[in-house]
Structure formats: structure tokens, C-alpha cells
């Protein structure tokens, strides 16, 4: 008969292996979590299905389909050139114009989807083709679009911003805020390595003379996704809705306004939208869950206790911190994003609170580790996802992404360091 800690210790070496291999990171942690609760612990058999129905039970998890859906429908509408018209009328005044207006649409983008993965196809798609053609390296394109997706979960609204409010049991509303600030340094820091990469190497086509009237005309076009933004951020931060009602009112609005601009032909195009979120929502929510189980069973065996207690035991400041960051930099380049925010953040939590960070600046330094993660080999979400729509080689598309991997680092360091600096944490 095998003990408890013989099976945990089996239990995690069959999860590593399957992780190795390949397995997807959803089946690897329902293997654990269901054999953890099944046979190594005092738990019963009914927290299988407590875990999910607590987790889920929550009102803020109403926003999570809500926003996909938007990120869905503004996809479908083919509104993005009008988009990137309006962020090209400001940033194509810099060297290296159209790399710069992918960073910025990329922004824009986060700005109503509230996903990396979402913003990282959308914008690639619809730009790739057209740096190729001004003459930039196809990787170097390719990484300043992975890299200008990270922004998609730190730029309010974020859905993993959500997910962290809902298992944190945090302000979501206050997360967005904190995010606003670090999220604006992510993007002129972005944008200074895109301007200085461009012009020492002659990327792209010379830089764009713009005009306040060129802005608001092309502004204009652009109103459809631009209300919708104002929609959702004004309506959070006057107070006047939750995240899930504001998320419900654009969505209410973006249908108004696809039917009054034609956007909406056919009610196919509908069904398409509901079945692109219920996809993404069934792929999220399942990976959510069993995260959460695995984190509970972490708790039970006290990882939590001995983790925070060996880091917080380096003593000096600067130890401790160097210690988080280098946490964060492993788990943020091999676990997805989900499963790093739910087992991550609270394993370091206890080490944060003694530096004297608050719950809320915690969640957004943390998630902006979360965000370096999509462009950090092994994992490095948003390259796969470039790599797989320009089938470019995924090493090269990395190996192109450093001088922003090390730029994005520096501005989580910063704020890691002095998150004085932020006025909203």
C-alpha cells in the first residue's frame, strides 16, 4: 500500500512527463488534481465538483464570455483597418511608421478584447503582409506584433485581470486602474525599441507627416471601436457599471451599430461570433478550474507556508525581490497564463505583502510577469500564435523579440521596485 506522499510524489512525475511530452496543460492538471483529491488527501470526493461550482459562482465571471464575445464581434465587423488608419494618423510620425502602428493597434485592440492571443492574431493578420512589403525582416515584424500583443491582458479591460479579481477576491475595478499607467509604459517602451530598431536599419518606408485634421478624421472612422472603448472604460471608471454590465452595454452597442452600418448581413455572421466565445470560453473556463484544484491541493500540503517562508528567509529586500523575479520568469516561460496567475501569485503573495506591496499592485506586477511570458521561450504563447499565422520559424521570431523581452523586463523591474510610481495601485 503506498503512502500519501508516495502517491503525490507519482502523481507529480506522471504531470511532468505528460507536460514533456505534450499533453495539454488542461489534462495534465486534471490528472493531478483528480488523483491528488481521490487518494492523497483527507479530502472528500464531493470537493471535485465543489471546487468548479465555488469558483464559478461568482458574478464578475459573467464579464469573461462578454468581453470574448466583443474581441469576436469587432473581428468579425472587419472594423481593424479602420482602426489601424486612426493609429497610423499619430504613430506614423515615427521612424519605422507601420511597426509602430502595429504596437499602437495593438493597444487599441487590448483596449476591447482584453486578450493577447486575440490581439496578437488580429493585429498579425492584418499587418504582416503589409511590413513584409515595406521591407522589414519578416521576424523582426513578426516579434514587434507578439510583443505588442503582451499588452492584450495589462491595458484595461483584461480578462485575466478578472480572473485574478474573482481568485484573489480583489477589486476588478481597481486592478483595471492600477493596470492603466504600467500598460502606457509597456507601449512607449515598445515603441522606442520599434522607432530606434527601424530607423538603424532602414526598416519600412519613410515617416508619415500627420495633421490634428488627418487624427479626427480618421478618428471618425475608427467611432464604432473608439465608443466601444469609451464605452467599457468610462462606464467602469465613472462608477456608473461593473465590468460585466459595461461589457454587455458595448456589446449591446456594437450590435446597434453593426446592424445600423451594415457590418451585420446575415445572421450566419452572428452564429459564427457566439461560437468563436463559446470555443474561447470553453477552453479558458475548464483550464481555470483545474488550476484552482491544483492550487487547493498545493494549500492543503502547505507549499505555500514553505515557499514564502524560503524567500522571505533571503531577509534583505533586494534578495527577496530577486528571488519573486526569478519565480515569475520560470513560471511565466513554461505554465500558460491561467494556471500561472492561480498558482503562482498566491504561492509569492506572503513574500509581496512583506515588501509592503498591496493586494491590488501585487496582481498587476504579477501580471505583467504573466504578459513577458507570451513572448519567453518555451512557452511563449504569443510567438506560436505569429509563428503559426506567417509560418515563420518559432526560434527566429524569438530570437527577434529579445530587444523587447528586455525592454518589457525593465519596465516590470521599475515598477517591481517603485510601485510608488504608479498613482493608481
Aim: proline share 6%; charged share 5%; hydrophobic share 55%.
Amino acid at each position: 500500500m503506498l503512502s500519501n506522499i508516495e502517491i503525490i510524489v507519482l502523481l507529480t512525475l506522471l504531470s511532468v512527463i505528460l507536460f514533456v511530452v505534450g499533453v495539454p496543460v488542461l489534462l495534465v492538471f486534471s490528472n493531478w488534481a483528480i488523483g491528488f483529491s481521490l487518494f492523497a488527501s483527507r479530502l472528500p470526493v464531493q470537493n471535485i465538483a465543489i471546487v468548479p461550482y465555488e469558483q464559478l459562482n461568482s458574478f464578475p465571471f459573467a464579464a469573461i464570455p462578454l468581453f470574448i464575445t466583443l474581441g469576436a464581434l469587432i473581428n468579425e465587423f472587419g472594423i481593424s483597418r479602420d482602426i489601424i488608419n486612426f493609429t497610423r494618423s499619430f504613430a506614423g510620425r515615427l521612424p519605422g511608421s507601420t511597426a509602430n502602428t502595429a504596437l499602437y493597434t495593438c493597444a487599441v485592440f487590448s483596449a476591447i478584447t482584453g486578450s493577447n492571443s486575440a490581439t496578437t492574431a488580429s493585429v498579425g493578420k492584418a499587418l504582416q503582409p503589409e511590413l513584409e512589403k515595406e521591407n522589414y525582416d519578416p521576424d523582426f515584424a513578426a516579434a514587434t506584433i507578439a510583443s505588442g500583443g503582451t499588452l492584450g491582458i495589462i491595458i484595461p479591460p483584461s480578462v485575466l485581470f478578472i480572473l485574478y479579481g474573482i481568485t484573489f477576491s480583489v477589486s476588478v475595478t481597481d486592478l483595471f486602474l492600477a493596470g492603466l499607467v504600467p500598460g502606457l509604459f509597456m507601449l512607449g517602451g515598445l515603441s522606442v525599441v520599434s522607432s530606434y530598431l527601424s530607423y538603424s536599419r532602414g526598416y519600412g518606408r519613410e515617416s508619415e507627416t500627420t495633421s490634428l485634421v488627418n487624427v479626427v478624421r480618421s478618428a471618425w472612422d475608427a467611432n464604432v471601436a473608439i465608443f466601444a472603448i469609451v464605452i467599457l472604460l468610462g462606464g467602469i471608471y465613472a462608477g456608473f457599471f461593473t465590468p460585466a454590465e459595461s461589457a454587455s452595454v458595448a456589446l449591446a452597442y456594437l450590435l446597434v451599430a453593426g446592424a445600423a452600418g451594415k457590418q451585420i448581413k446575415s445572421v450566419g455572421q452572428l452564429w459564427n461570433v457566439l461560437l468563436s466565445a463559446v470555443v474561447l470560453t470553453g477552453v479558458i473556463i475548464p483550464v481555470f478550474i483545474t488550476s484552482a484544484m491544483v492550487q487547493q491541493g498545493l494549500s492543503y500540503l502547505g507549499l505555500q507556508d514553505v515557499i514564502a517562508n524560503a524567500v522571505i528567509g533571503l531577509q534583505h529586500p533586494i534578495l527577496i525581490g530577486l528571488g519573486m523575479v526569478l519565480i515569475m520568469l520560470f513560471t511565466g516561460s513554461v505554465l500558460a497564463s491561467v494556471p500561472n496567475m492561480i498558482i503562482t501569485a498566491p504561492l509569492l503573495a506572503p513574500a509581496a505583502a512583506h515588501l509592503g506591496l498591496s493586494p491590488i499592485m501585487w496582481g498587476v506586477i504579477f501580471m505583467i510577469s504573466d504578459a513577458i511570458g507570451f513572448i519567453t521561450p518555451p512557452y511563449g504563447l504569443n510567438l506560436y500564435i505569429i509563428s503559426g499565422i506567417t509560418d515563420l520559424d518559432y526560434t527566429t521570431v524569438a530570437r527577434a523579440a529579445l530587444p523587447y523581452l528586455a525592454t518589457l523586463t525593465a519596465v516590470w523591474i521599475f515598477f517591481f521596485a517603485f510601485p510608488g510610481a504608479n498613482p493608481f495601485p
